[in-house]
């Protein structure tokens, strides 16, 4: 079982900037893949970022070039900057986590995911 706890949220006006960290219990936590998802009221669960094992990063194109996401395997930790933040960005900011488990019969690759509790951020106006 992996525990992922998120911090860093909080009030920010627009434009303004957060940096959301997602710490891990995983002492492996180079194996596992990272993601950030956004939530806003009354709407699904979105990607917002994710980066691989090896580093490799995706970002949702409405945060392209403000966002960053990155991690310190060292320290068993995630984060996602964000930057010129908008109000429509409103939501509460999840951590997801995934590390491939096995090969199913199919021969295609199957996932443990692991979600943290959520960090509200609200920009306004």
Partial sequence: ???????????????????????????????????????????????????????????????????TISRDDAKSTGYLQMNSLKPEETGVYYCHASIVAGVGTDGVPFEYEYWGQGTQVTVSL
């Fill in 1 to 67: 079982q992996v525990q992922l706890v998120e911090s860093g949220g909080g009030l920010v006006q627009a434009g303004g900037s957060l940096r959301l960290s997602c710490a891990s219990s995983r002492s492996t936590f180079s194996s596992l893949a990272i993601g950030w998802y956004r939530q806003a009221p009354g709407k699904q669960r979105e990607l917002v970022a994710r980066i691989s094992t090896g580093g490799s990063t995706n970002y949702a194109d409405s945060v392209k070039g403000r966002f």
